[in-house]
């Protein structure tokens, strides 16, 4: 493959393969009965939102992890990024799956220690892949917040 061509396919297998990863994920552990029945708090948003933030966040990640691979595919800002999209997509089958809160926050306190690693890892190196992932920092310290709220109401 050319230099010139390398760079294009990096982003395109990133994006594609984390937001595939991600619908594949939130589609095989849908909510259902179940979440419907829980007593919810006062901030927990519509159910239609999750799809399109989660789809946006997800294309921030890929573009986020496709600059890293192109820059330093073997460092450790590169393990954590991988290790963030396995905990990631880990969650849903805990949490949906198994019908679990509990362990939904075993998995999504690290995907938030995770996530700000990946920043505190990639600010000075490639801010622009520190940034990408600020909008998934507030989100997943949201969700992190929800789930923990779900766990102590249910």
């Given at each position: 493959?050319?230099?010139?061509?390398?760079?294009?396919?990096?982003?395109?297998?990133?994006?594609?393969?984390?937001?595939?990863f991600?619908?594949?994920?939130?589609?095989?552990?849908?909510?259902?009965?179940?979440?419907?029945?829980?007593?919810?708090?006062?901030?927990?948003?519509?159910?239609?939102?999750f799809?399109?933030?989660?789809?946006?966040?997800?294309l921030?990640?890929?573009?986020?992890?496709?600059?890293?691979?192109?820059?330093?595919?073997?460092?450790?800002?590169?393990w954590?990024?991988?290790?963030?999209?396995?905990?990631?997509?880990?969650?849903?089958?805990?949490?949906?799956g198994?019908?679990?809160?509990l362990a939904?926050?075993?998995?999504?306190?690290?995907?938030?220690?995770?996530?700000?690693?990946?920043?505190a890892?990639?600010?000075?190196?490639?801010?622009?892949?520190?940034?990408?992932?600020?909008?998934?920092a507030?989100?997943?310290?949201?969700a992190?917040?929800?789930?923990?709220?779900?766990?102590?109401?249910?």
């Amino acid at each position: 493959m050319s230099a010139s061509m390398k760079k294009p396919v990096t982003y395109l297998v990133f994006i594609l393969l984390v937001v595939g990863f991600g619908i594949f994920s939130g589609l095989s552990n849908l909510p259902g009965a179940w979440y419907q029945s829980l007593t919810k708090p006062w901030f927990n948003p519509p159910n239609w939102l999750f799809g399109p933030a989660w789809t946006f966040l997800y294309l921030l990640i890929g573009i986020a992890g496709a600059r890293t691979w192109l820059r330093e595919p073997a460092s450790g800002a590169m393990w954590v990024w991988f290790l963030q999209l396995a905990l990631n997509l880990f969650w849903s089958p805990m949490f949906f799956g198994q019908q679990n809160p509990l362990a939904g926050l075993m998995v999504i306190v690290p995907l938030l220690l995770a996530i700000l690693t990946f920043i505190a890892l990639t600010l000075r190196s490639d801010r622009p892949a520190a940034l990408l992932f600020v909008p998934y920092a507030a989100w997943v310290a949201f969700a992190t917040l929800l789930n923990a709220s779900l766990y102590a109401l249910n």
